[in-house]
């Protein structure tokens, strides 16, 4: 018996299978960041630019879970590694990626995952649990990025100046934000 992708349902409502919808939702979780990805304020001091970035990859992992999270992450690299530009201030390539913001860019798989297995197993239910969830995982994507400006030779104190402090307020107020966002779409 064949499977059908698109369909009719005994209702005539249009229907899709689950994998097509796995699908989807993917593609949307990377077209999310990137549309997020485009609210950028550069900072004069530094390569890094505050972006609305960290929002969708929090969101995108506390509303889809681990697995279908890291997979549109993923897609959204791969996108802006062949050169679509989805990344801040619509800039593509792979040099984007082993550029002094790709650190940041990797750090997404893993704060993807921590705060998709955390919503998997209920930590996003309530408003403490939900906003130390996501501030773990933004603050995960300032390590993995710090650690990669270290890497480029920077030195640990040159890379958090530029790289960690001036950012930490802003992953508080946008923890809170994706707190209050994933809180009223459990309740939707």
């Known amino acids: 018996m064949k499977t059908r992708t ?32 485009q609210i950028s304020i550069p900072l004069p001091h530094s390569p890094v630019p505050i972006t609305g970035q960290t929002i969708g990859v929090v969101l995108v992992g506390g509303l ?76 995960i ?3 993995t990025g710090v650690l990669y400006l270290i890497a480029f030779d920077l030195g640990i104190e040159k890379a958090l100046t530029i790289g960690f402090y001036p950012f930490l307020i802003g992953d508080i107020v946008k923890s809170c934000v994706c707190t209050g966002l994933l809180i009223i779409s459990r309740k939707i």
């Open 6 to 37: 698109i369909y009719l349902n005994h209702n005539g409502i249009l229907s899709i299978d689950e994998k097509t919808a796995n699908i989807f939702s993917i593609l949307l979780g990377s077209l999310f960041i990137a549309i997020l990805a």
């Open 64 to 139: 889809l879970g681990a697995q279908r999270g890291v997979l549109a992450v993923l897609c959204y690299l791969f996108e802006g590694a062949i050169g679509i530009p989805v990344f801040a201030q619509f800039k593509g390539g792979i040099h984007i990626l082993i550029g002094p913001t790709g650190g940041y860019l990797w750090g997404f798989v893993l704060a993807v995952f921590l705060i998709g297995f955390l919503a998997e197993k209920g930590f996003t239910k309530n408003y403490l649990s939900s906003f130390i969830s996501c501030l773990v995982s933004t603050t």
């Open 141 to 143: 994507i300032l390590i």
